[in-house]
Nanobody
Framework: QVQLVESGGGLVQAGGSLRVSCVASGLTFSRYYMGWFRQAPGQEREFVATISGNGGNTYYADSVKGRFTISRDNAKNTTYLQMNSLKPEDTAVYYC???????????????????WGQGTQVTVSS
């Protein structure tokens, strides 16, 4: 049974930094693309970033490029999202998601990921 558990959310002032983590279990972690998505109240879930199984390929939404960094530690079955220069519009519930694949690709649609965590709240105050 695949489980993804996020942690590290919280309240931070604009311009600050935060790192959220996602620990996976029940899967061969290195064979999964891992993605981060976010959802603000009243809005659709949107793509933030994704990383390939070996960490060699990363993709970002334009809104976070240059501010956020996705990474992973396959020895710990963990993926991270380092968020710098945070803005109030980054406020959302952040979800990690997993997709089993050997194919390199830009997996940015929520429907491309069958496994999801429960989410962690990130609030950026102005």
């Amino acid at each position: 049974q695949v489980q993804l558990v996020e942690s590290g959310g919280g309240l931070v002032q604009a311009g600050g930094s935060l790192r959220v983590s996602c620990v996976a279990s029940g899967l061969t972690f290195s064979r999964y693309y891992m993605g981060w998505f976010r959802q603000a109240p009243g809005q659709e879930r949107e793509f933030v970033a994704t990383i390939s199984g070996n960490g060699g390929n990363t993709y970002y939404a334009d809104s976070v490029k240059g501010r956020f960094t996705i990474s992973r530690d396959n020895a710990k079955n963990t993926t991270y999202l380092q968020m710098n220069s945070l803005k109030p519009e980054d406020t959302a519930v952040y979800y990690c998601a997993g997709r089993f694949t050997y194919a390199r690709g830009y997996y940015r649609g929520p429907d491309m990921y069958p496994y999801w965590g429960q989410g962690t709240q990130v609030t950026v105050s102005s």
